[in-house]
């Protein structure tokens, strides 16, 4: 990893899972970094651990899905440091079930925070980081799920597959406005994170599963199991986390932490032009 002394690395979802992960490691190499999550409680853990080991940190709690907020957090952290050298746009959510019987509700949520919360960071930092004299680096976190879609989780797949869409067209703009951001689109497999928990800071006042008696049913209970049961034997935090920044450094675009999967992926993309339908993927 590289000496980033005297940079800055902003990071949504900074509380928990891989973007505190990121943050210990760029705070290891020097960096200076501003955090963003909806976990106001770790995201305060996490800066009181990194203050205490000499890292000049800015943390605000809030929601990416509120474009305000993010906005807000942007003045703040170019105002307090003058300068992003790196931005992880990393905040994101799950959820499970059939797409015929998911409550709406879902959509707007996972939507909103997988989708809109990436091009609330974009707007937010892209243009001031376009304006800076150096190069800088946006990095999305979509999924492998754009390129193997899990049968468990429609809404989720859905968000993903819009991410990495914005995600590839954001780096022809880039490249087209001649802008010194590169743009990366981070898409890991099953990681060993706390994502199953999102739903303690569902963004939705007022939700109350108990009112869709699909969310009491044993398919949804089936499918949930799948989420929650797959992320213990999922890829380790710190080595996903190695392999998104030796990416970054090698300046890659699409950012695939799980190879084994590449082949999946090749068959996957053949069968669709062989007007195949889809298979399940194989764990």
């Known amino acids: 990893m590289k000496d980033y002394t005297g940079r800055l690395v902003a990071i949504t979802g900074a509380a928990n899972g891989m ?15 501003a955090l963003f999550d909806i976990d106001g409680k770790n995201l305060d853990t996490l800066r009181a651990e990194l203050e ?11 929601d990416v899905a509120d474009s305000t907020q993010v906005e807000a ?6 105002s307090q440091f003058g300068r992003v050298d790196v931005l992880f746009n990393n905040a994101g959510v799950i959820s499970a079930g059939l797409v015929w019987e998911e409550p709406l509700e879902d959509w707007d ?15 937010a930092f892209v243009p001031r980081m376009s304006a800076q004299d150096f190069e800088s680096d946006v990095v999305n976190t979509d999924s492998i799920a754009s390129f193997l879609p899990v049968e468990n989780s429609p809404v989720y797949v859905a968000s993903k597959y819009a991410a990495f869409g914005m995600s590839q067209v954001l780096d022809l703009q880039l490249q087209t406005q001649k802008s010194p951001v590169r743009s990366h689109a981070v898409c890991p497999a099953i990681v060993q994170t706390d994502l199953a928990r999102c739903n ?22 089936r499918r949930w199991a799948v989420v929650e049961g797959s992320l213990p034997y999922g890829m380790a935090v710190d080595e996903a986390v190695t392999r998104i920044i030796d990416g970054v450094e ?3 675009f699409a950012i695939f932490t ?15 032009l062989d007007g195949i339908h889809p298979g399940l993927v194989q764990r």
């Not at 205490?52 to 809030?62: D, F, K, L, P």
């Open 19 to 33: 973007g505190a992960e990121l943050a210990r490691r760029f705070a290891a190499s020097g960096a200076d970094v």
């Open 52 to 62: 205490a080991a000499g890292t000049a940190v800015w943390a605000r709690q809030g």
């Open 73 to 78: 957090f942007a003045d703040e952290v170019f």
């Open 109 to 123: 949520w996972l939507m909103s925070v997988n989708l809109k919360g990436l091009v609330n960071g974009v707007r």
């Open 200 to 221: 303690e800071h569902r963004n939705q006042p007022g939700f109350d599963p108990a009112n869709y008696p699909y969310l009491t049913s044993d398919d949804y209970k």
């Open 250 to 252: 090698a300046n890659r």
């Open 258 to 272: 799980h190879p084994q999967y590449n082949p999946q992926i090749a068959l996957g993309v053949q069968s669709l």
